[in-house]
């Protein structure tokens, strides 16, 4: 008789209720594939009486979600309410000190308790997979864990949010400013009703905190430079456009030494290059390394469907047996890597200013910039005669980064300026 293992689905949202149908009505297949059968032994979520788009089979509810940890007959958790703390941090903590193997599509959770968790796992000889925590269903995990295993990474760097793409590239193509685009993307179920981590870049510093620990056999470096698309309006769009580049939120994370950078920021990004033709909720993580060289994988980065793919990837994994190190190796073997800051890194960058039309002012500004020795590759006067206003942007050559910032705040104190200045730096270096 083929051999079986039971699984317990905890959280029935989205993503829950859409891998519950999924795992019923592909049980057949999955098994073949497996030798082993995935069987849904118990669901659970908050509230047994709202109203979903599954049936639910109510001699498989757990009244109590956290019954799955102690009960002897499962096999698998299936994590899938979400959050850093509360009642997915108690499920996952305790399942895997029960010992059951956990899949969890929780970034926030992986990228905060990780370590511990991953330590847990190891100690309790069970798997801890979390595929569908990054980049839905781009298969970025697994093919740094198995498909890349020969490789020394040395970056990882991409688009790894379907709803800040969605924005920026949507306010482009249909000439649409932030706020209306946002409710679109919302409308149409891409951005969540609170979008807070989508737009200030902690979505993605999550992703990348996982990634960069997976790919440089590190433990997770919880320090990191945010920032988000929140300040981008649609004449930063334009204006890029007019230069020859788009706005993407990247996320970059590279090696040198022990030193790790790890930054996640929107970026002007060269129209001819491959990462400015992600558009839209697509996601693309791109890796470098060692004999392989570059590899990049693209695909849906969030959404029921491309999220069960690879939580589907998962529980596979388990069905096929083995233990696996979840973060690649022991936990013993990961090494502590020193937080490099931005500071002391050279962008090429582009500055925008809106200021009083007066005389005298674009000349106090190149002031500052020679100052402090950043050297003006472009500059673009955009006077607006009616509001008595003017739009300068300034591309430099590549400068400090603290450079940079110490000329924004220095013109921002000054009287002709009506907004606060930006900084968008420029590529992926
Ligand atoms: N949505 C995506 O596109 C996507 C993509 C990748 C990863 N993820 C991750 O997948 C996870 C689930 O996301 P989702 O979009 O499915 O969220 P969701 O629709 O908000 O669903 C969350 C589920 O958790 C349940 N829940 C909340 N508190 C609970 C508690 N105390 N005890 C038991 N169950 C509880 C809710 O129960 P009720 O239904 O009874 O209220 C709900 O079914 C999150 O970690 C998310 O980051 C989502």
């Not at 979008?195 to 999550?206: I, T």
């Not at 190796?329 to 009083?356: M, P, Q």
């Not at 000329?407 to 930006?422: A, M, Q, T």
């Amino acid at each position: 008789m083929k051999k079986k293992l039971n699984i317990a689905i905890i959280g029935l949202g989205n993503i829950g209720s859409y891998l519950y149908k999924f795992l019923k009505e592909n049980q057949k297949i999955l098994s073949k594939k497996n030798n082993c059968i995935p069987n849904i032994i118990y669901i659970s979520s908050k509230n047994i009486n709202k109203k979903r788009n599954i049936k639910i089979d109510k001699k498989k509810w757990l009244k109590n979600y956290l019954d799955a940890t102690t009960d002897k007959n499962v096999d698998i958790i299936v994590e899938l309410i979400g959050g850093a703390e509360g009642a997915a941090k108690k499920l996952v903590f305790n399942a895997l000190k029960n010992k059951k193997n956990v899949v969890t599509a929780n970034k926030a959770l992986i990228a905060k308790y990780g370590d511990k968790l991953s330590k847990i796992a190891e100690e309790n000889k069970v798997n801890l997979e979390f595929e569908a925590a990054v980049c839905g269903g781009v298969p970025i995990i697994r093919s740094i864990k198995e498909g890349l295993i020969a490789n020394k990474i040395n970056k990882v760097y991409g688009i790894f949010n379907g709803t800040s793409n969605y924005i920026l590239s949507t306010m482009d193509s249909d000439n649409k400013n932030f706020k209306d685009v946002l409710l679109d993307a919302q409308n149409k179920g891409y951005a969540e009703s609170n979008p807070k981590s989508d737009l200030n870049g902690e979505d993605v510093a999550s992703k990348l905190k996982i990634l960069s620990s997976l790919c440089f056999n590190s433990l997770i470096n919880h320090k990191i430079h945010v920032e988000g698309i929140n300040n981008i309006d649609k004449y930063d769009i334009d204006s890029a456009n007019r230069l020859g580049y788009k706005i993407k939120l990247i996320g970059f994370s590279e090696i040198i030494g022990n030193q790790i950078y790890q930054r996640v920021h929107p970026a002007l990004i060269n129209k001819s290059s491959y990462i400015a033709s992600i558009d839209g909720v697509l996601n693309a993580v791109i890796v470098e390394g060692r004999p392989v060289g570059q590899n990049v994988i693209q695909g849906e980065g969030a959404g029921p469907e491309a999220t069960t793919s690879a939580l589907v990837s998962d529980i596979s994994s388990i069905l096929r047996g083995n233990i696996k190190f979840p973060f690649s190796i022991s936990n013993r073997e990961r090494k502590k890597l020193t937080y490099k800051s931005i500071d002391d890194r050279f962008f090429s960058a582009y500055l925008r200013f809106e200021v009083k039309d007066r005389p005298g002012v674009l000349s106090n500004i190149t002031n500052i910039f020679s100052k402090n020795k950043v050297s003006i590759k472009r500059l673009i006067q955009n006077p607006n005669k009616t509001k008595k206003h003017a739009s300068i942007i300034i591309i430099t050559h590549n400068s400090k980064d603290k450079s940079l910032n110490k000329i924004l705040k220095e013109v921002e104190k000054k009287s002709y300026i009506i907004k606060l200045p930006k900084l968008i730096r420029i590529g992926t270096n």
